[in-house]
């Protein structure tokens, strides 16, 4: 990860994962439920403080940290090579249409990383942009639950399944979150 995006310790992160070539692969349940499963994993057992969070049809958003004694750039690496293998398998196993153009498209990019074997599924770095004031921090939470309304699927942010704003909007969402006040 570039000094650009770099992560410090103690700080709330605005983060991008961005499928590469922006594959649209959250469209199937079965591979959503993937990344639930592993952020929740992460939450239970790995220190992950998750604040908001959407999952689009090819990227994840969330505000997150890490707990005291954890490190958040860990977290992500982990999450990010468990769900890869996870979701390749999947595509592998599942009766998917899409199945030997997405394992195509991830192959490729896997032949030009030498750390990366067979298939390459994330893109690079996490685009972590480091939550200074308050406003950037409510800017990035309106900008994470209203993503599902931008794109048209959902009416009102509360309405998509696979976000917090649910949580926001007093109800109980997918995933454990904490609160911003």
């Known amino acids: 990860m570039g000094i650009k995006n770099k992560i410090h310790e103690g700080h709330l992160h605005y983060l991008t994962l961005t499928v590469v070539d922006w594959i649209d692969v959250?469209?199937?349940?079965?591979y959503r439920h993937i990344i639930l499963d592993s952020l929740k994993f992460c939450q239970e057992r790995k220190g992950l403080e998750l604040y908001a969070w959407v999952l689009m049809?090819?990227?994840?958003?969330?505000?997150?940290?890490?707990?005291d004694g954890f490190h958040l750039s860990d977290i992500l690496r982990d999450f990010k090579k468990f769900t890869s293998r996870s979701i390749v398998t999947a595509i592998q196993m599942e009766n998917e249409?899409?199945?030997?153009?997405?394992?195509h498209r991830f192959q490729f990019p896997a032949n030009v990383h030498s750390k990366v074997i067979n298939h390459k599924f994330w893109q690079d770095g996490n685009e972590a942009k480091e939550i200074h004031s308050n406003e950037f921090l409510q800017q990035k939470l309106d900008y994470i639950h209203q993503n599902?309304?931008?794109?048209?699927?959902?009416?009102?942010?509360?309405?998509?399944?696979?976000?917090?704003?649910?949580d926001y909007a007093g109800g109980k969402g997918l995933l454990p979150i904490i609160l911003i006040d």
């Open 26 to 30: 959250f469209t199937r349940p079965i």
């Open 97 to 103: 249409s899409r199945r030997e153009w997405m394992l």
């Open 148 to 166: 599902p309304v931008r794109a048209e699927i959902v009416q009102e942010p509360e309405h998509y399944l696979y976000s917090s704003a649910i």
């Open 57 to 67: 049809s090819n990227h994840l958003h969330m505000i997150a940290a890490a707990k």
